[in-house]
């Protein structure tokens, strides 16, 4: 502000220049312009002379006094339009200061919600940074664990792989024998191929000989029946002339003894004896021949049978043909079993001979379970590894997509800074380009005397202000460099526990297939388990003996048993007592059981006697009983059993009325069970008795009707007659 | 609101035995019950375990268990006991139909040492009340035992167990192909008892 209230004026008397200009004022005196004295010393002016003037001088101080009004007037108001530019810059400069006021509390308050927000940042990835530390440990722990389980399953693996080896080393030792035991058994084959073909040369020829013997012998045999035959007829000729030859020798030898008397020597004589020894001689050949005959007979009968064993032999050896024939056949069969069998071997290692086979079956079926299982195992392994990397991967991802949200943010963060920044930048410069403008305006403010006073207390404040600004500003570029260094440090932090994430993921993974193969282990173990499974070195299974499923007939002859054996000691008990009470002698025994004897005996007696008279009183009573019935119902009742072709018995009554007129008229009943029927006989059959048969026993079912009519009927006839 | 402390008991190894013991003689009637191997009629009621339990009256089958249940108490006071197995058969064939096995987990220490443990009774009896409601309401899913039926009980014991003459060697009776259900289990904190049925597939569910 420009003040109105000039300085005061100086007076003249203590300074006169040449040059100096005045300032018209409406309070102070005129002071008339005088030229001053180059040499002249001044006057010793009295009190009035100083206002004394000339006209001239009046005039042109007056002309001098307007020009300098109107240049101050025209000052003047070009001060006023300066200081009304500087007013209006001034509240331009007000305006914008309320502005950059406004502008610095929203980037304060922006800077204290970005102070908030990092602050939550901070304390989220702090969180997280906890949270994966902690997860860390966890992961390190379980890493840990799995090392060793890792470590023991290499162990087990390196010791299957040597039993596998173990395994390969016996197969590839087994495969050896195996084919040494098919080279042997392909040379035994040969050998019986050759003893085959050996065995059936051999039956060939054995037949072709015995078909040519039996050929020969039925030659010979049909020989020795033609000699056998003619040796037949020449024996029984001999046999005749035998008998006829002995005929003579007997007359001979009587004639002989004849002779022998007489000792007439003649030669006819001795001829004839001569002829006949020679007759004798020739008789005993033929005798020799026929016995002869008789043993080749003989012989030809043993041929015979002999033939006939060999035709028997024939016929089996034709059938031990068909056979081997038949044996041929299975022989190929075997063969070609054989050969399956082992293509079979070969296929299956470990077999030296057949014996060995289900062995070595069994063991490669134990060894098929375990590879099995370590398969399954292995298979579950690999399971649950892919379970778990995916696990993993995806925790990756969202770590992943948590990490670029936590880079969003120090981006965003980064560019509110900026903006920040920016700002700073915008309220720098206009916080020169006031500065310019205050420094024009103290220079203007410094021609006019009234107001520089004012004008500097307006660029004080200013300053002051802008001081506090720069102040501000300092202090928000210093937190923006804070802001940056945290920013920095986060994201580093970001990208180690990104690391550690990737690392966590994996073993993550693993534990996850662990606890899967574990779980599959569990229900492999359960349900052998439910299955009923057992170790048979630590384990053996037991059952009661005296199950219920044992039937109830044991039970019963079990009790049974226990009651005869009961009874057997009780038995025992009785005859100890009867040997013990019969001690000593014999003769104790024999009177006790004589007494007994003689006891029972009368019991009998008396039980005899009894029977009679029951019997004797039951016939009494009986025939009192038939002989009342006989009279009340006028029939007498015959009762006889009998039995049926079927061999049923069955009673039978026949009733005779006492008023029949002959022996024939009698009346047969058969009762069974509580029924009893009609017999048909001579005398039911006559057309009135029938009659009334079929009228009171068929049609009305009363045989007492029946019976009584009759006997009124038959009552009637008699007294009639 | 003051906090509820449960009294725990203490359980020794022959308390355990018995538990278990008795444990498996009412599991057994109630499955007889249950699978209709003998007839209702031949059942009474009784009180236990905060249920109406059923005991059959046929002196036989009593005398059984009652023999049975006392080895069995035997051998698991001294550790052998492993497993006990009910199985029920078919009388015509003898073809295994259902196995309830009920699997023993000993603890070593209270064997060997004689130490005892502690444990609420209730939460013991509570334990084995869930295991009986289980076994009631196994006949939804088993399958009918339409013919005459027989039961048996196996004993899985240590190798070294002296055979007593009432018993002897057996096979297992096993099922080939079963289906299986997992019931609860119970533990005195000496024996652990975990229950377990396997029956034949039944020929509609295979169609």
Redesign the interface.
């Known amino acids: 502000m420009i003040l109105r209230t000039p300085p005061p004026k100086k007076q003249r008397s203590e300074t006169r220049d040449p040059g100096s200009l005045l300032v018209a004022s409406s309070d102070l005196p005129l002071v008339i312009y005088e030229d001053p004295p180059s040499a002249a010393p001044p006057p010793q002016p009295s009190s009035g002379e100083h206002l004394l003037c000339t006209y001239q001088c009046r005039q042109m101080v007056k002309s001098d006094f307007f020009d300098a009004l109107s240049c101050a007037e025209k000052q003047v108001d070009d001060y006023q339009s300066r200081s009304k530019a500087l007013e209006e810059n001034f509240s331009k400069v007000e305006a914008e200061r309320k502005q950059i006021l406004d502008r610095f509390l929203d980037s304060e308050q922006e800077l204290a919600a970005a102070k908030g927000r990092e602050q939550a940042l901070q304390e989220q990835l702090l969180k997280e940074v906890n949270d994966f530390q902690e997860r860390f440990k966890k992961q390190i722990q379980s890493q840990s664990e799995l090392e060793v389980k890792l470590r023991n399953e290499m162990n087990l693996r390196l010791k299957a792989d040597a039993s596998k080896a173990s395994a390969e080393e016996k197969a590839s030792i087994f495969e050896r024998k195996l084919s040494n035991l098919s080279e042997s058994i392909e040379k035994e084959k040969k050998r019986l191929h050759n003893e085959i073909e050996l065995l059936e040369r051999d039956s060939k020829l054995s037949v072709s000989r015995k078909s040519a013997d039996l050929e020969r012998m039925e030659c010979r045999a049909i020989n020795a029946e033609e000699e056998s035959g003619l040796l037949k007829e020449q024996l029984e000729d001999l046999k005749k002339q035998l008998t006829e030859c002995m005929h003579q020798k007997s007359e001979v030898e009587k004639k002989l003894s004849s002779f022998t008397f007489q000792e007439a020597s003649s030669t006819d004589s001795n001829i004839l004896v001569k002829h006949l020894q020679e007759e004798l001689r020739n008789y005993e050949s033929e005798v020799r021949e026929a016995r002869k005959l008789r043993s080749s007979r003989e012989n030809i009968e043993l041929l015979k049978e002999k033939l006939s064993e060999e035709k028997g032999r024939r016929e089996r050896a034709e059938g031990e043909l068909s056979k081997l024939h038949e044996f041929q056949m299975s022989m190929k069969k075997l063969e070609d079993e054989l050969s399956s069998w082992k293509l079979m071997i070969k296929e299956i290692p470990g077999v030296s001979c057949s014996e060995d086979i289900p062995v070595k079956f069994a063991a490669l079926q134990k060894e098929v379970i375990d590879c099995m299982m370590k398969e399954g195992d292995a298979n579950a392994r690999l399971k649950q590894m892919e379970v778990a990397l995916d696990a993993v991967q995806s925790g990756k991802h969202i770590a992943e997509t948590e990490a670029a949200f936590a880079k969003e943010k120090a981006e965003e963060s980064k560019s509110e800074v900026k903006r920040i920044e920016v700002m700073l930048s915008m309220i720098t410069e206009e916080r020169d380009k006031l500065r310019d403008l205050v420094n024009e305006f103290k220079r203007l403010k410094n021609d006019e005397a009234g107001d520089e006073t004012v004008s500097g207390t307006l660029i004080q404040e200013l300053e002051s202000s802008l001081a506090k600004k720069e102040s501000c500003i300092k202090g928000l570029e210093s937190s923006l460099h804070e802001q940056k260094k945290v920013n920095t440090r986060q994201s580093e932090e970001i990208k180690l526990l990104n690391e550690r994430l990737n690392n966590e993921a994996r073993r993550i993974k693993s534990l996850e297939r662990e606890s899967d193969r574990l779980r599959s282990e569990i229900s492999l173990l ?2 052998k ?6 170790s048979s ?13 044992v039937d109830n007939e044991a039970k019963q002859t079990i009790e049974a048993l226990q009651n005869e054996l009961q009874k057997t000691k009780e038995k025992l008990q009785a005859v100890e007592e009867l040997r013990s009470q019969s001690g000593n002698a014999g003769k104790l025994v024999d009177s006790y059981i004589s007494g007994k004897v003689v006891q029972l005996k009368e019991q009998i007696a008396t039980l005899e006697k009894r029977e009679e008279r029951y019997k004797t009183v039951f016939a009494d009573r009986i025939s009192v009983f038939r002989r009342a019935c006989c009279e009340l119902f006028g029939y007498k009742i015959v009762m006889d059993e009998h039995q049926r072709a079927n061999g049923i018995p069955v009673t039978r009554f026949t009733l005779q009325s006492i008023y029949a007129q002959g022996d024939d008229e009698k009346l047969e009943f058969e009762y069974e069970s509580g029924n009893t029927i009609i017999l048909a006989n001579d005398y039911t059959s006559q057309p009135e008795i029938s009659h009334q048969v079929d009228i009171f026993i068929r049609k009305l079912n009363s045989i007492p009707a029946f019976t009584a009519n009759l006997t009124v009927e038959s009552f009637n006839r008699r007294t009639l007659s | 609101m003051a906090s509820r402390t449960v009294a725990k008991d203490i359980i020794t190894l022959r308390g355990s035995a018995a538990i278990v013991s008795e444990f498996f003689g009412y599991a057994a009637n109630s499955i007889l019950y249950n699978r209709g191997v003998y007839p209702e009629e031949s059942f009474a009621k009784v009180k236990k375990y905060g249920l109406p339990m059923l005991l059959t009256q046929d002196e ?2 009593k005398s ?1 268990i009652a ?2 249940t006392a080895q069995l108490s035997e051998w698991l006071e001294s550790g052998k006991l ?2 006990i ?1 009910l199985v029920i ?1 078919s009388k015509a064939t003898n073809e295994v139909l259902e ?1 309830w ?1 009920f ?1 023993i987990e000993t603890d070593g220490e209270v064997v060997e040492k004689g130490v005892s443990r502690e444990k609420s009774d209730k939460e013991i009896m509570r334990e084995i009340q869930a295991i009986m409601r289980q076994i009631a309401s196994s006949i939804t899913y088993l399958p009918c035992l339409d013919e005459p039926c ?10 070294d ?1 002296a ?1 007593p003459f ?10 080939a192909n ?1 289906q ?1 259900v ?1 019931l609860h289990s119970f533990d005195t904190k000496i024996h652990k008892v975990d229950t ?1 049925v ?1 029956y034949k597939n039944d020929e509609w569910d295979e169609q």
């Open positions: 359960e349900s388990l439910g299955h009923g499974d057992y070195a630590n384990t053996k299974v037991l059952r009661m003996v005296n199950t219920l499923a | 036989g089958v059984f023999s049975l492993q497993r197995v058969m196995r096995n699997s027989v039961f048996d009980v196996l004993a899985y014991t240590d190798k167990v055979i009432t018993w002897i060697e057996s096979d297992p009776k096993l099922i079963p299986m997992k377990l396997s």
